[in-house]
């Protein structure tokens, strides 16, 4: 018995009768209230790989609070009239302090402003979008978090490393790299992280990739573990490096890959020869 699934009448509201394409500014999104603000993720750098909610927020926002780690590419998506608001490092300043940042969210969304506070990847995901809703939260501020694509699994599918595949790891642990102050993270059990997944995906972890290397064979790593470097995931500047455990501090050491990175330890790169489909006539396209 054949069926050819037809679109309910429902479905077809908002549709453009001209081109038969459905019109994303005719979609009920949800209203952007005045004196609110949306955490939203712009996903790991290809634009295209933001989420339609996010794409909604740029077009009704007042103001665009945004981070180093964004794509300025994005932002061209920005309704005209927005402000655009740079909350990262600058000229080798130090970047903003987080209580300035949730203070001036906080202040902007006490102006009447629909504020858009923007972050690279997912703002739940080492982004510190816990801590900025947090204050937000305590202070009364009404907010919602859109998701975005982290660069920890969107990242690899650009490097054709899949984060998880049932002949490699039925687990994967997301760690970072990096605490508070800079240094390898010391309230991290690096036994138990070193032997409870075969795939370790790896936040800001260049710096310090010789020490956590060293900690991770502590822990009973092999030394040939395969370690993946991958830079710029998603852009057309997108770098990959192999390298393995023991050899990773002094990898980086020599040739210092470019960062943003995300490191993978793990046989998920054993994929990439065959997967590795992110390549020259795709760098072309500006969207993803
Ligand atoms: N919230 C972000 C992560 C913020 S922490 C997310 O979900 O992706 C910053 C770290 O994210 C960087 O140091 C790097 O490890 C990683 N990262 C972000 N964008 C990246 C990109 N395009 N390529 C590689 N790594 C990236």
């Known amino acids: ?58 077009q009704n926002c007042d103001v665009v609070v945004y981070d180093a780690l964004v794509n300025p590419d994005i932002l061209r998506w920005v309704r005209v009239g927005a402000e655009l608001e740079y909350a990262g490092k600058r000229g080798g300043k130090p970047s903003p302090v987080q209580r300035d940042i949730s203070l001036r ?27 900025e809703s947090q204050t937000l939260a305590k202070s009364g501020v009404v907010f919602r978090i859109v998701p975005g694509i982290t660069s920890g699994v969107g990242g690899l599918a650009y490097a054709g490393v899949p984060a998880t595949h049932r002949d490699t790891n039925h687990a994967v642990i997301f760690l970072t790299g990096h605490d508070a102050t800079g240094q390898m993270p010391a309230n991290v059990n690096w036994q138990a992280v070193a032997t409870a997944s075969p795939v370790i995906v790896m936040y800001m972890a260049v ?44 990898f980086v050491a020599e040739n210092e890959p470019p960062t943003p ?20 006539a795709e760098r072309e ?3 993803g």
């Open 1 to 58: 018995m054949s069926h050819t699934p037809t679109k309910s009448a429902s479905a077809w509201e908002g549709i453009d009768q001209a081109t038969g394409f459905a019109r994303l500014d005719h979609e009920a999104f949800p209203v952007f209230h005045p004196g609110t603000v949306w955490l939203v993720g712009a996903g790991p750098g290809a634009p295209g790989l933001m989420s339609l909610l996010a794409y909604h927020a740029m």
């Open 105 to 131: 969210l906080i202040e902007l969304a006490g102006q009447g402003k629909r504020v858009l506070r923007l972050k690279g990847g997912d703002p739940f995901m080492f982004g510190r979008g816990g801590e």
């Open 207 to 250: 710096k310090n990739l010789g020490d956590i290397a060293g900690a991770l064979m502590a822990g009973g790593r092999p030394a040939d573990d395969p370690v993946t470097i991958i830079s710029n995931a998603s852009m057309p500047q997108q770098q990959v490096a192999a390298t393995t455990l023991t050899e990773a501090g002094r």
């Open 261 to 280: 990175a995300i490191v993978v330890v793990g046989h998920a790169s054993d994929w990439r020869p065959l997967l590795d489909w992110y390549g020259a």
């Open 285 to 287: 396209n500006r969207i």
